[in-house]
Structure formats: structure tokens, C-alpha cells
């Protein structure tokens, strides 16, 4: 016979130390494997009656791992016991000479022989159940309180739980799943339950929120993790958008910085409006792209350059952003939407005729750059447009030519109240070409410099802004975007409603594109004002994912009213406890806390957020 060449496949060392422990130690009390260490507790009573659920109250016990063995036993043995008890507890009952110990043999009798019908009569089937579970920690001193929550889950329970002394070893191997069950431990931990207690005790149920895919969000109010893929769609979730809303102190940012950098590690883009500063360092420790946008020579966005703008939807009620006048939906006819927009935003003094005028400017300007109702943009460089500088060149060339004194004296208006955005202290914002320009996955547009400007300014930078952002998230379908718009109230001009039209189309038809918003104020008064409510309403109500923190107030009342919370859920938010939450993902609701690792913390900086 022909000898068969065999080729020895080497061990893989990497592999084999990275699932294997270090090393193994077992004491009286403990076992330590590798650099964990803890003890296993064996169930050795349980209750007589339980509710729904019970089981999983024990399998669900932060920081521990739980076994249980379940094997089917012979009916007819059973029933031939369970008789003997019920006899040998009614002559207990009888002949008891106080009345606690009559009560306690006359109601352990009751329970066996209901336990004997099910089995006898009803076909219920029963078997042998052992439960160990171990508390493992990194040290002493967190193996202390894990303990004591094991004990403690063990007595609400009703349960009676025995640390397995000296069996330490074997229990470890009940345990693992490489072991078969112990015979030993099995003797000490096994007792009789019907399948019905042990199916209804839930045991395989889990506490927390998981996806099946994303990644670690924070922990639930029992302690059990709450894993969220937030692109995940289907069911009840339709976008990915979020809502994170609570007063001032409570984790908002330290929230929103942790699901920066959980996305940022999935390969999402990432786009920050931050009128704080909190996010510059996070920004550069991820090696991201700083921007200043209040007045920074690479913070520039040019407003005359043309930008894809989110449209309404077929069926969209109440005011439209965009209607056709005549010209065509083509690239530069939406655009001088958003231009008549950015106009009445910086002077809201501005008439219709003086949009009137000014849009004929607009349109004369463009022309001279080649730009028409048909051009196609999409080759069109930033250099390639036209900047406020050329169209105050056409407005004095009309100003000089018109006879007309009632249009002269509109130009003169027009000239005036554009001089601070041309020659002013303005034009370093707007009068240039666009300087921004981004190779990184993470980009910080900050805009605290406009903090002691006018409400003017911010609302026109913050439009802005948010045109050039739309235009990064609707560039490329395939490529997962996240805005985070912090202090989104900046953002709300009661006067001029179109620019938060802007913002609800663009959360309405992000889910169109791989794209997502997240709007986090303190205060959802303000976007329930009456004077803006219809559009408001809708940035509150649209995101699948909404992170309520603490609040207080009208506040609290009017998102009481908005997501129609319990009266358990109002008491958790007014208790304004720092890194607690209630998340509302779909039709889901749980109490949530973001229980973040060092590591994490070290990114976020200085500037809130810890």
C-alpha cells in the first residue's frame, strides 16, 4: 500500500493565547482565570410559587455568568414522592402544636397536590433543574459588590443560594461550556420544577436593548447592555436620525461624544456644528478637521455658491419651502430660493421689493458667470462662482442707470444695508470664495465667534452651514454621514420660518440618502413656539432615536405632552441625574445609563462632556 503524505498543521500561538486564559487558580472560595477572578454560587431552594420572569432576574445579573441544566425525570417516581409529602405534611399540619408551623405544613400539602394534578391529570412535564452563577470581576474589590448584588437578586428571587466551598473547581467546569455537568454539583444544586416554571421563568430573556449588530450605547436600568445599530432600518424605525434633548449638566455632550466616536470607529463621516467650542479637541484627537466658521480664513462658506438643496415632499403640508415659478427645479432655480432665504435672515428689513430687485440682480450676476436656469454645476469649481463683491457691482451699475426715483431710492436701500456684508466686518464671513475643504472622516465647524454677534448673523452663518453640510451628506449614497447640530435652537428665526423648513426637509429626506441628523438642544420650548411649531415639531417627532435627559419646567411638561410619558418616565427626567436617560428607539422605551470606559473620556477633552 502507498503511504498517504500527511502535512502537520502548525498551532497558531497568536490565536490560541488570545481565547485561552493566561493562567488558572482555585481556592476554598474563589477561582481566578486569567486576570479575572471570581466565585460561583449553587441555587439549592427555590420558591414555591413565581411570577413571570423570575428566572431571568438571576440569569441577567451584571457582571456574572449563569448556567443552567435542565433533564427530564420519570413521572410515575415523582408522583409516587410527591404523594408521600403531601401525606407526611397534612399529618404535620395536624399534630402541630402551634399555628405557624400548621399554616406553613397545611400550605407546603396545598402546593404539592395542585403540583400532583398538573402532572397527573394535565400531562405537565417536569424535570431536574440546576442553576449556578458566578459573579467574575477584575478585582477584590469589585468582586465584593458584585457579590453582594448576586446575593441580593438571590433573595428578592425567594430563592436560597449556597456558595459551593471547596467545589469551586468543579463548579467552574459546570459552568463551561467545554465540560459535560458534574455529578457532584448536580446532587447539591439540582431540584424538581415543572417545565411550565422553568419556560416561564424567562431565563434566556435579556434585560437590555440589542440590535444584534452596532455597538456598545449604554447600560440599562438593570445594568444589562443596551447594543443599538443606529443605521439599522426596518419595523418601527425608518430613519436614523436622533433627538437628544436635557437642561444643562446632565451628560448631553458627554452622549453625543460617545456616539461620535462609536460611529467614527464604524467609518461613518462625521459633520459637527458646535457654538460652544466642545468639540475641538475630540475633533483632533481623531485626527479631524477644525474649522472655524466665524470668520476664519479656512471657515468660509461662499453663499452664492450653488449647493443641492433638500426639496419638500410631494405630500407636505403647510408652507412650502420650494414652489416652481416657471424657470425649471434646476440647480440655480433652487438656489435662489435658499438665496432669498439667506437675505431675509441677514436683514429681515429687507421688502419684497426689494427681493425683487435684488433677485434680478442675482440672476444678471450669474449670467455673466456663464450660469444659467440649465447649466449643469456639478464641474463647476469654488473659484468658478461669483461672490457678493460682483453683485454689488451690478447693484451700483443699476443704481447709477435708473432714472425711476421710487427703484433708485430701493437700490440705495439695497446698497446700504449690503454694505457691512461687502466692505464690513461681515464680508469675512460670506465676501470670498468657499475655503472649506475636508480630507478627514471628522469635521468640527465651530462657531462660537459668533456668539456676541446679532441674531441676525447666527441665524444666517447657521443656515449656511447647513446648506454646505446637505451637500457633503447627499454627495455620495453609499457613504454613511452624521451631522450632530448641537444648540440647534440657534438655529430657529421666528421671523423667517424657511430656514427651519430647511432643517425639517433635511431630516425627512436624510433617510433617503445613507445620511443621518442629530439635534440636541436644552429646551424643547423653543421649537414649539406657535410661531414655528408646525416645522418644530416635526425635527422632534421624526428621529427614530430620542435620548431624553434631565429637565425641569415647562420643559418637562411640554415634552411630557410631545412623547406622552408615564408618570414613572416625568419623574425620571425631572430627577435631572447626570448620565441617566430615557431612550425611546421605535415604539421601545427603557431607562438608560451611559456608563462610558476611561479610554473614551480621555478623548472627549476639557470642554464639556465629562
Given at each position: 500500500m502507498s503511504r498517504k503524505n500527511t502535512e502537520e498543521i502548525p498551532v497558531n500561538g497568536a490565536l490560541l493565547n488570545s481565547i485561552t486564559p493566561i493562567g488558572m487558580e482555585f481556592k476554598k472560595n474563589t477561582i481566578t482565570v486569567g486576570e479575572s477572578m471570581g466565585r460561583v454560587y449553587g441555587i439549592v431552594k427555590?420558591?414555591?410559587?413565581?411570577?413571570?420572569?423570575?428566572?431571568?432576574?438571576?440569569?441577567?445579573?451584571?457582571?456574572?455568568?449563569?448556567?443552567?441544566?435542565?433533564?427530564?425525570?420519570?413521572d410515575s417516581i415523582f408522583l409516587e414522592s410527591l404523594s408521600n409529602t403531601i401525606k407526611q405534611k397534612r399529618g404535620e399540619a395536624e399534630s402541630a402544636k402551634d399555628a405557624l408551623t400548621a399554616s406553613r405544613a397545611k400550605r407546603a400539602a396545598d402546593d404539592a397536590e395542585k403540583m400532583m394534578i398538573q402532572v397527573?391529570?394535565?400531562?405537565?412535564?417536569?424535570?431536574?433543574?440546576?442553576?449556578?452563577?458566578?459573579?467574575?470581576?477584575?478585582?477584590?474589590?469589585?468582586?465584593?459588590?458584585?457579590?453582594?448584588?448576586?446575593?441580593s437578586a438571590i433573595a428578592v428571587a425567594k430563592c436560597k443560594g449556597r456558595l459551593l466551598s471547596s467545589l469551586q473547581k468543579e463548579s467552574f467546569k459546570q459552568l463551561s461550556p467545554f465540560y459535560t455537568s458534574n455529578e457532584k454539583i448536580e446532587q447539591i444544586t439540582q431540584r424538581i420544577l415543572p417545565l411550565s416554571s422553568f419556560i416561564g421563568g424567562f431565563p434566556f430573556a435579556s434585560t437590555g436593548l440589542n440590535d444584534g449588530r452596532g455597538y456598545y450605547f449604554a447600560k440599562d436600568a438593570s445594568g444589562g447592555l443596551v447594543v443599538v445599530d443606529p443605521w439599522m432600518r426596518g419595523g418601527d424605525r425608518t430613519n436614523s436620525n436622533m433627538v437628544i434633548m436635557g437642561v444643562g449638566g446632565v451628560g448631553k455632550s458627554t452622549a453625543i461624544k460617545h456616539i461620535i466616536m462609536a460611529e467614527y470607529m464604524r467609518g461613518t463621516k462625521i459633520i459637527i456644528i458646535d457654538p460652544e467650542s466642545e468639540y475641538k479637541e475630540l475633533t483632533r484627537n481623531l485626527q479631524g478637521d477644525w474649522l472655524n466658521c466665524g470668520g476664519g480664513i479656512k471657515g468660509r462658506i461662499n453663499p452664492l455658491q450653488i449647493k443641492l438643496v433638500p426639496k419638500d415632499d410631494e405630500d407636505e403640508d403647510g408652507e412650502r419651502l420650494y414652489k416652481d415659478e416657471g424657470n425649471g427645479m434646476g440647480a440655480l432655480a433652487l438656489h435662489m430660493k435658499s438665496l432669498e432665504i439667506f437675505f431675509k435672515l441677514y436683514k429681515p428689513s429687507f421688502t419684497d421689493k426689494h427681493m425683487a430687485l435684488i433677485k434680478m440682480c442675482l440672476i444678471e450676476m450669474y449670467e455673466k458667470f456663464g450660469i444659467t436656469w440649465d447649466t449643469d454645476v456639478t464641474n463647476l469649481k469654488n473659484e468658478d462662482y461669483p461672490i457678493f463683491t460682483d453683485l454689488n457691482e451690478i447693484i451700483e451699475e443699476k443704481k447709477t442707470r435708473e432714472l425711476d426715483p421710487n427703484l433708485k431710492s430701493l437700490y440705495v436701500d439695497i446698497s446700504l444695508l449690503l454694505h457691512d456684508l461687502i466692505f464690513g466686518s461681515d464680508q469675512f464671513l460670506w465676501n470670498g470664495h468657499t475655503s472649506i475643504s475636508t480630507q478627514t472622516r471628522c469635521v468640527c465647524l465651530d462657531t462660537h465667534d459668533l456668539q456676541d454677534t446679532s441674531d441676525n448673523i447666527k441665524s444666517t452663518q447657521y443656515f449656511t452651514i447647513?446648506?454646505?453640510?446637505?451637500?457633503?451628506?447627499?454627495?455620495?449614497?453609499?457613504?454613511?454621514?452624521?451631522?450632530?447640530?448641537?444648540?440647534?435652537?440657534?438655529?430657529?428665526?421666528?421671523?423667517?420660518p424657511q430656514s427651519l423648513i430647511f432643517l425639517?426637509?433635511?431630516?425627512?429626506?436624510?433617510?433617503?440618502?445613507?445620511?443621518?441628523?442629530?439635534?440636541?438642544?436644552?429646551?424643547?420650548?423653543?421649537?414649539?413656539?406657535?410661531?414655528?411649531?408646525?416645522?418644530?415639531?416635526?425635527?422632534?417627532?421624526?428621529p427614530c432615536i430620542k435620548i431624553l435627559m434631565g429637565t425641569d419646567g415647562k420643559n418637562l411638561q411640554e415634552t411630557k405632552e410631545l412623547y406622552k410619558l408615564t408618570e414613572a418616565e416625568e419623574e425620571l427626567l425631572a430627577?435631572?441625574?447626570?448620565?441617566?436617560?430615557?431612550?425611546?428607539?421605535?415604539?421601545?422605551?427603557l431607562q438608560i445609563e451611559f456608563d462610558l470606559p476611561e479610554y473614551k473620556m480621555k478623548y472627549f477633552g476639557k470642554a464639556g462632556g465629562k
Open positions: 427555590y420558591p414555591q410559587s413565581a411570577d413571570y420572569g423570575w428566572l431571568s432576574k438571576l440569569t441577567n445579573i451584571p457582571s456574572t455568568v449563569a448556567s443552567i441544566t435542565f433533564t427530564p425525570v420519570d397527573d391529570q394535565h400531562g405537565e412535564k417536569i424535570g431536574a433543574m440546576s442553576l449556578l452563577v458566578a459573579p467574575l470581576t477584575r478585582d477584590e474589590k469589585l468582586l465584593k459588590k458584585a457579590c453582594q448584588k448576586v446575593e447647513l446648506q454646505w453640510a446637505w451637500e457633503q451628506m447627499t454627495r455620495d449614497r453609499d457613504e454613511r454621514v452624521l451631522l450632530i447640530s448641537d444648540e440647534a435652537y440657534l438655529m430657529i428665526d421666528h421671523r423667517v425639517r426637509n433635511a431630516v425627512k429626506r436624510a433617510r433617503k440618502y445613507e445620511a443621518a441628523i442629530a439635534i440636541i438642544s436644552h429646551s424643547v420650548v423653543d421649537f414649539l413656539d406657535p410661531s414655528v411649531k408646525m416645522y418644530g415639531q416635526a425635527l422632534l417627532d421624526i430627577a435631572k441625574r447626570r448620565k441617566v436617560a430615557l431612550l425611546i428607539i421605535g415604539s421601545k422605551r
